[in-house]
């Protein structure tokens, strides 16, 4: 009777191996691309939060709203930028102000503070789209 000495793995039970990790990561990929891109929406809409906060202060002491970051103190996250900061032209006091991710490509946030907000948003919280 001869016996089998041979220790180890064929190479058909390695390929197998192969292929399953090839499957497990082909899933997981995508889920982290979203994981990331969430990531960043959330960055850009705190920064907003912030950029609020920053401009309330500012009205507090002003009784005025500005579009100038550097008077009211405020800097943006890395790769994020405040696109533009409008002020209300229909006499009331208001302003608006878009955000930027380098990373999410057409993808914005958005606030609208005080004068006619604009549904589905709501006064001073961001909105992503």
């Known amino acids: ?4 000495t041979r220790k180890g793995f064929t190479l058909v039970e390695l390929l197998i191996v192969v292929v399953i990790i090839g499957i497990l990561a082909a899933i997981a990929i995508p889920k982290f691309a979203t994981t990331k891109e969430k990531a960043y929406l959330a960055t850009m809409k705190t920064d907003l939060r912030n950029l609020v906060t920053a401009q309330e202060g500012y009205f507090s002491d002003n009784q005025a709203y500005t579009t100038d970051t550097a008077a009211i103190g405020f800097s943006a996250s890395k790769n994020v930028s405040i696109a533009s900061i409008t002020l209300s032209t229909a006499g ?7 955000a930027n991710h380098t990373l999410t490509g057409a993808k914005k946030c958005d606030v609208q503070v005080g004068g006619s907000v604009v549904a589905p948003q709501k006064d001073g919280v961001p909105f992503c789209s």
């Open 92 to 98: 009331s006091a208001g302003w608006s102000a878009v």
């Open 1 to 4: 009777m001869l016996r089998n």
